[in-house]
């Protein structure tokens, strides 16, 4: 979820009723599967007004904003999945080059879907990567599979890679995964707008790390605003479970001036720090990246959150999208 929206983005909307999403049949289902499990679907509203639904960017012909309960989640160029819009979308798709040579096919789990953007990037610039995604909510997952298909004209079905959606919940599948058998866990849940509490403990984090082969990358898109709190408990978690870490952010949220999104990666194999540094300085909204001795003055004794104290990431404070 981005805590900053596109002024531009604001052409056809197009939404739908809560409703439960079905499998599509294989033969219309491209490169991507869809799994369901039978607790991620949630019951209908009848008559109620679309709580997920894409708004059309008129900026860029073919590509589209999803919102959910109008807060938005993703970001997608169906003709050109490597534009990468939001900031955090940007500074991930960073650490995704940085994780292998270049073109070099990837496993990757993502933990929450959306409109699939990070997965299609990883497909247009690492062809042949198998992938997994977790969405819980059904309707995205449906929504998706209709109007923003993998299989687009331009992309060849087998080049590409293969793509498999998961309706369930992300801690459940990332705690059914092989350990080892992925290069990089990318955590980017929302619900109502903040992370469920489930998703930002200690116990959460080692399961992501189990689930990593060497060199593995560990990447979570978290929200926060002043004081910061909760981001610095969220990094400090991360650090207590990997040797390896660092904070990707603009240096007015890191300074406690606004909310906003910041990115923490990880690795028990170290990390590209300085190639990493110069990129996210280089991108039209720069970022700092903080390590080493920068991050510890960052977590000012933050200390790690278990599974017994989690609570949920903040809510974004009224306007933020505005």
Not at 111 to 135: C, K
Not at 229 to 248: D, K, L
Not at 299 to 316: F, K, V, Y
């Amino acid at each position: 979820m981005s805590q900053q929206t596109d002024e531009n983005a604001h052409g056809e909307r197009i939404g739908v009723s809560a409703r439960c999403a079905l499998p599509a049949p294989a033969s219309e289902a491209g490169p991507m599967s869809q799994q369901t499990d039978e607790n991620a679907c949630g019951g209908g509203r009848p008559g109620a007004a679309p709580r997920v639904e894409l708004l059309g960017d008129a900026d860029r012909g073919n590509a589209w904003m999803l919102l959910v309960d109008g807060i938005p989640q993703s970001h997608v160029d169906l003709d050109d999945p490597r534009y990468l819009d939001f900031e955090y979308m940007q500074r991930i798709g960073h650490l995704i080059d940085l994780a292998a040579a270049p073109g070099e096919p990837l496993r990757v789990l993502h933990l929450g879907g959306g409109a699939l953007t990070l997965a299609r990037y990883v497909a247009a610039t690492r062809p042949g990567s198998s992938q997994l995604a977790a969405e819980a909510d059904a309707e995205v997952a449906d929504l998706v599979r209709q109007r923003l298909p993998l299989a687009q004209p331009s992309r060849s079905r087998t080049r590409a890679g293969r793509i498999t959606v998961r309706l369930a919940d992300a801690r459940s599948v990332l705690e059914r995964v092989q350990p080892g058998s992925f290069d990089m866990v990318i955590a980017d849940v929302f619900a109502a707008g903040q992370t469920p509490a489930h998703l930002t403990s200690a116990e959460f984090t080692a399961a992501a790390a189990r689930a990593l082969r060497p060199p593995g990358i560990y990447a979570a898109n978290i929200g926060d605003g002043p004081p910061l709190a909760h981001a610095r408990a969220r990094v400090a978690t991360v650090r207590s479970v990997f040797r390896h870490a660092c904070v990707i952010a603009e240096a007015g949220l890191l300074h406690g001036r606004r909310f906003g999104n910041l990115v923490v990666a990880a690795s028990g194999h170290g990390l590209c720090v300085g190639e990493l540094t110069r990129r996210a300085a280089a991108d039209p909204f720069p970022a700092q990246v903080l390590h080493g001795a920068a991050l510890d003055r960052f977590l000012a004794g933050a200390r790690a959150i278990s599974d017994a104290e989690a609570r949920p990431s903040p809510l974004p404070p009224p306007g933020v999208f505005s």
